[in-house]
């Protein structure tokens, strides 16, 4: 058995997330068709865990396993992208040790919220439209209150099937680029499912002087998913790095 991991990014526009569903389009079954055809395998792809519908992924990884040795693994990337619709890419394809797993070898993960503060035309479908006027400084002063807590179920989608809603954030800020996009950034060794959405909802009220910085940490503290703030729409976020034990890491394109 030989194990390849897979690094590819997606924009999550028409896709159901990426895992597999009933009836619904989803980045891991095309990935799995393409690998499948191209291997002449049954090929089940990995990933690294799991965007919802709309999420896009600059950076992904998944793996999958081989009866047969790849002699250049590269040129089955290169076949793949042809294959596949152009909202998928791979950018690298190739052998690691079986005990390598893409979910459970990650270290951590970090995720990217774009918010346009006026009508977007040609990044619309990647950037989530708010005009109200934002108290920033209050906003990253709350981000940087999930640095204090572990347990963050008051952003948890309800009833998942993890076992633990503990997260270690490492890192969460807003920054504004030149054209004046706000963007949030936060990295954490794993997510709750509509974690990072909720997280930026709630981070958005204390920014329109809804939410004090003490209310934003009763929110987190009652663990409780209803007195935190709104979801925010997916199409403004983005799994932009996931890092690895450093033998890993250097083989991925950066």
Same mark, same amino acid.
């Given at each position: 058995?030989?194990?390849?991991?897979?690094?590819?990014?997606?924009?999550?526009t028409r896709f159901h997330?990426?895992?597999?569903?009933?009836n619904a389009?989803?980045?891991?079954e095309?990935?799995?068709?393409?690998?499948?055809v191209l &291997?002449?395998?049954?090929?089940?792809v990995?990933?690294a865990?799991?965007?919802? &519908?709309?999420?896009?992924a600059?950076f992904?990884?998944?793996?999958?396993?081989?009866?047969?040795?790849?002699?250049e693994?590269?040129k089955?990337?290169?076949?793949m992208?042809a294959?596949?619709?152009?909202?998928i890419?791979?950018d690298?394809?190739?052998?690691v040790?079986l005990?390598?797993?893409?979910?459970?070898?990650?270290?951590?993960?970090?995720?990217h919220y774009?918010?346009?503060?006026r009508?977007?035309l040609?990044?619309?479908?990647?950037t989530?439209y708010?005009?109200?006027q934002l108290?920033?400084n209050?906003m990253?002063e709350?981000?940087?209150v999930?640095?204090?807590?572990?347990?963050f &179920?008051?952003?948890?989608k309800?009833h998942?099937?993890?076992?633990?809603?503990n997260?270690?954030?490492?890192?969460?800020?807003?920054?504004?680029t030149d @054209?004046?996009?706000?963007?949030?950034?936060?990295?954490?060794?794993?997510?709750l499912?509509?974690?990072?959405?909720?997280?930026?909802g709630?981070?958005?009220?204390v920014?329109k002087?809804?939410?004090?910085?003490?209310?934003?940490?009763k929110?987190? @503290?009652e663990k409780?998913?209803s007195?935190?703030?709104?979801s925010v729409?997916a199409k403004?976020?983005?799994?932009s790095n996931?890092c690895?034990?450093?033998?890993i890491?250097s083989k991925?394109?950066?």
């Amino acid at each position: 058995m030989f194990r390849y991991f897979i690094q590819l990014a997606y924009s999550g526009t028409r896709f159901h997330g990426w895992q597999i569903q009933p009836n619904a389009l989803t980045v891991q079954e095309e990935v799995n068709k393409a690998a499948t055809v191209l &291997t002449g395998e049954t090929v089940n792809v990995v990933g690294a865990g799991r965007t919802d &519908t709309g999420v896009h992924a600059s950076f992904f990884v998944a793996h999958f396993d081989l009866e047969t040795q790849l002699d250049e693994p590269e040129k089955l990337g290169f076949k793949m992208n042809a294959f596949l619709a152009p909202d998928i890419r791979i950018d690298q394809l190739f052998e690691v040790d079986l005990e390598m797993h893409a979910r459970f070898s990650a270290l951590s993960r970090t995720y990217h919220y774009y918010i346009s503060r006026r009508k977007e035309l040609f990044r619309h479908e990647f950037t989530a439209y708010f005009p109200h006027q934002l108290d920033v400084n209050k906003m990253n002063e709350a981000a940087n209150v999930l640095m204090d807590y572990s347990d963050f &179920t008051s952003f948890s989608k309800l009833h998942t099937d993890v076992k633990t809603n503990n997260c270690k954030v490492s890192e969460a800020f807003f920054t504004i680029t030149d @054209e004046g996009v706000l963007v949030f950034k936060i990295v954490a060794d794993r997510f709750l499912r509509n974690m990072v959405r909720a997280v930026v909802g709630t981070l958005l009220e204390v920014g329109k002087g809804k939410l004090t910085i003490e209310g934003f940490r009763k929110v987190i @503290e009652e663990k409780n998913r209803s007195i935190a703030g709104a979801s925010v729409m997916a199409k403004g976020l983005f799994l932009s790095n996931i890092c690895y034990p450093d033998s890993i890491n250097s083989k991925f394109l950066r």
